[in-house]
């Protein structure tokens, strides 16, 4: 493996989770009694954390192919990788997007890596992607590109 990193839903945005099923089991338990407000912060607080943990995200760069959440693609379909900075990001996933860019941004991330495609038959013309270490990212794909030489 040469780079795997992790995107986790930031700490800030659990504690307000937090908040809001301590505002929850407030309410609810003012309104119906205690044991239906725990029951109530129990539960939204299980669904809470259910949401935050389905949006985290797994990239790896293997030798063979980058793997970002659920997609995979072979290495030899990449033509490398360009690191960008926040407003660079905001830019290219913004005003300067292209609608058929296969984009995986979380909001909470200021980098990202756009990874160009290096296939004449697939629509996609690059994939964006969301990095807290955008540098590293983009160097794992150019070395995994160099390695194998792209598309034939």
């Known amino acids: 493996m040469l780079y795997r990193e992790r995107l986790w839903v930031p700490l800030t945005w659990w504690l307000l989770g937090a908040l809001f099923v301590l505002s929850l089991v407030v309410a609810v338990g003012?309104?119906?009694?205690?044991?239906?407000?725990?029951?109530?912060?129990?539960?939204?607080?299980?669904?809470?954390?259910?949401?935050?943990?389905?949006?985290?995200?797994v990239i790896r760069v293997e030798p063979s192919e980058l793997v970002v959440g659920r997609a995979q693609i072979d290495v030899h379909y990449l033509a490398g990788a360009i690191p960008l900075d926040k407003a660079a990001t905001e830019h290219r996933s913004?005003?300067?997007?292209?609608?058929?860019?296969?984009?995986?941004?979380?909001?909470?991330?200021?980098?990202a890596v756009e990874i160009t495609l290096a296939d004449p038959d697939d629509p996609v013309p690059y994939w964006l992607v969301s990095s807290r270490h955008a540098e590293r990212l983009a160097s794992a794909i150019s070395?995994?590109?160099?390695?194998?030489?792209?598309?034939h």
């Open 94 to 111: 913004g005003p300067g997007a292209d609608a058929r860019a296969f984009l995986v941004m979380r909001p909470y991330v200021p980098g």
């Open 143 to 151: 070395a995994a590109v160099g390695a194998k030489g792209g598309l």
């Open 30 to 57: 003012a309104y119906l009694g205690p044991t239906w407000g725990v029951l109530a912060g129990l539960v939204s607080l299980a669904v809470a954390g259910a949401i935050f943990a389905a949006a985290s995200v």
